[in-house]
């Protein structure tokens, strides 16, 4: 590990269940890995609602999708298990 959790970036609105079913199931990994979560709300910037609007949540690291609407575990387990 280089000392330094990798960070997640959650693309999400208020008032989406999708976005807190998701948030709740990557929460879930936390026993496992250990990882920062950036929460931004598409709906506060306008480049961002017009990039992410119909997909959110999204799930991205580096600035690449690693899923939307739906937790896609194995592709973040994945990506998390680089930073062991």
Do not use: Q, W
């Not at 079913?21 to 306008?46: H, K, M």
């Amino acid at each position: 590990m280089t000392g330094v959790p990798p960070r997640l970036t959650l693309y999400s609105r208020a008032y989406c269940h999708l976005c807190d079913d998701l948030l709740a199931a990557l929460e879930g990994l936390r026993g496992e890995y250990i990882f920062d979560i950036e929460i931004l709300d598409v709906d506060a910037d306008p480049e961002l609602e017009a990039k992410y609007n119909e997909l959110v949540p999204v799930l991205a690291a580096n600035g690449a999708e690693l899923c939307h609407y739906f937790l896609d575990e194995l592709k973040v387990r994945e990506y998390l298990a680089r930073f062991r």
